[in-house]
């Protein structure tokens, strides 16, 4: 081999090649480890058409669903702190008011943004799919 020439891996995507590497040749002996692989590969540009919609609304729907359960724990600690602090200096107010509506924030907020979370990827992924097909998709640069 030639040092210093340089050789192109190509790959076939949908019938279409594209450069997934390029190769040099050098004298000095060949790292090893990342080294290697970071002096011998180039990014590679990819393009997202489309979007599974079912898996986006999978994905999504348990991401918010943590989320509110994140917020609905919290909700839980200001309300048992507040019905505490209201029961301590009033008659009026019963105890077990805060324990109901943190329980309750624990319980409705995971489900409730789970939903809607799901609901909004449903719709943002059809519309991704939908301009993506105007557009030609989003590129990304791959390694």
Known sequence: MIPGAFFVRLCYCDGEPFVTSLVTVSEAPEASGREAAAERHIGVAMVIR????????????????LLGLVIGLCFALFALV???????????????????????????????????????AALMGWLYNL?????????IEVQ
């Open 50 to 65: 489309r979007i599974g919609i079912g898996s986006l609304v999978k994905v999504a729907g348990v991401l918010y669903a």
């Open 82 to 120: 507040g019905f505490g602090a209201a029961a301590a200096s009033s008659d009026d107010t019963p105890a077990w008011l805060g324990s109901v509506f943190g329980i309750g924030a624990v319980i409705i907020l995971p489900i409730f943004y789970g939903i809607l979370g799901a609901i909004g």
């Open 131 to 139: 301009v993506s097909g105007i557009t030609g998709g989003l590129e």
